[in-house]
């Protein structure tokens, strides 16, 4: 996976910009181009999201807040090295196409192995926050954007889309793109990846009567267990405001290991400070037994990860914290819950939209990019062969102990 968001180095262009991407400062000198039919300007990251009209109208699998200006202000806030830029595409006509937000630094290439958390590479790119601009699909706007970054960014390694739906406009787009394909080579960080969300029914009810009679039944137990457990003094707080931030701080330092923790508070009072922030406790007398970290924008609530206390697994509070988040977001009126790449273990996979969606860097054609991709690569590579081998031994073994049962 990548980390977006912690130990970016600014590199040559924080010095060539300087705090370039907060509102106020002044403009690269390259700050505009007309490429082909459209013109791109890069502009500071605007306070709010008035000036675009188009935010709504083109959603993607990305979460809409992601390709908003919020977010990209929160990564700004949570990480003041990093240098966040906004492109604002135009066409002919001068009539605005759409924008994209982009994180220009070094991201680092991690990898887990054996319960560790390994950085495999690093390389300098460009990243486009939300995984793919908020405009119209069309592959001449995606020109405009990667030869607006070749001129402006000579010193990036690739160009980095952290999730692209496979039967996606955008994805078809970026593919039919002359731009990328006379000088930039695809590497799947990811492939075919599960992207799980959620569609919020408009009644609670509704939810249920859909399950089967079985798991109607076993979520009832585990909610009654659960209450039994704590004689009934068990609260569900939904946290969206600074004022409340004691709260989540407290359920952080109980459910998160403190490395964790320490970033987590950071980034999460940044969204906060944005009116970004939607996590969600459930207190046990007066504990945090569960915690589920996220965001909401535009009517879509974005959950990052869930934390539980694992000395009562067996009462289920994960599972019962995601019933009562179903709950809140029936009552709120949100249309879908993301919960991104991965496998979502607090919900039934039957009751998620499963998408296909590929990680994807486009990486320069150049040698020096394309040696510091190398180690990733390999990596995968050898640990495709040891799952491999694994299976095949322990096939054989199967096979070797059904051959002895059968002479026994």
């Given at each position: 996976m990548f980390d977006l968001t912690s130990e970016v180095s600014p590199g040559p262009y924080r010095k060539r910009f300087g705090d370039y991407g907060q509102s106020g400062t002044s403009l690269p000198p390259r700050s505009a181009a007309?490429?082909?039919?459209?013109?791109?300007?890069?502009m500071p990251v605007p306070d709010t999201d008035a000036a675009n009209p188009n935010l709504d109208a083109f959603r993607s699998i990305s979460p809409v807040v992601e390709q908003s200006a919020a977010f990209a202000n929160v990564l700004s806030e949570y990480d003041p090295r990093s240098t966040i830029i906004c492109l604002e595409v135009s066409d002919s006509k001068g009539k605005k196409h759409g924008h994209c937000f982009l994180k220009i630094g070094k991201v680092r290439l991690v990898e887990h192995f054996t319960g560790r958390r390994l950085t495999i590479a690093a390389m300098n790119l460009a990243t486009i926050i939300g995984g793919s601009p908020s405009f119209r699909p069309d592959p001449?706007?995606?020109d405009a954007i990667v030869e607006f970054l070749q001129k402006d960014f000579p010193n990036l390694d690739g160009i980095n889309v952290p999730a692209l739906e496979q039967d996606g406009e955008h994805r078809h787009q970026f593919d039919m793109s002359p731009a990328?394909?006379?000088g930039f080579a695809p590497y799947y960080e990811k492939r075919g990846a599960a992207w799980h969300e959620f569609q919020v029914p408009e009644l609670y009810d509704s939810y249920l009567r859909a399950l089967s009679k079985k798991r109607r039944y076993n979520l009832g137990r585990q909610?009654?267990?659960?209450?039994?457990?704590?004689?009934?003094?068990?609260?569900?707080?939904?946290v969206s405001t600074c004022d409340q931030f004691e709260l989540l701080e407290e359920a952080f330092a109980s459910l998160m290991p403190a490395r964790g923790a320490e970033s987590a508070k950071a980034y999460y009072r940044a969204c906060a400070s944005n009116g970004l922030l939607k996590c969600f406790i459930l207190r046990a007398n007066g504990k945090a037994v569960a915690?589920?970290?996220g965001v909401a924008y535009s009517g879509e609530l974005l959950i990052h990860r869930m934390h539980f206390a694992h000395q009562i697994q067996h009462l289920s509070p994960g599972t019962c914290l995601w019933q009562l988040i179903l709950q809140y977001a029936c009552a709120e009126k949100y249309a879908r819950i993301i919960l991104g790449f991965g496998e979502a273990k607090q919900a039934s996979t039957s009751e998620n939209t499963i998408r296909s969606a590929d990680s994807i860097i486009y990486i320069k054609s150049s040698p020096r990019s394309m040696v510091k991709v190398l180690p990733h690569f390999l990596f995968g590579c050898a640990r495709s062969a040891l799952k491999q081998l694994s299976s095949a031994l322990r096939a054989s073994n199967l096979n070797a102990n059904g051959a002895r049962s059968k002479a026994a």
């Open positions: 007309k490429i082909g039919k459209f013109s791109v300007r890069c001449c706007a995606i990328l394909q006379a909610k009654k267990l659960l209450w039994e457990a704590f004689d009934g003094q068990v609260d569900f707080i939904p915690l589920a970290t």
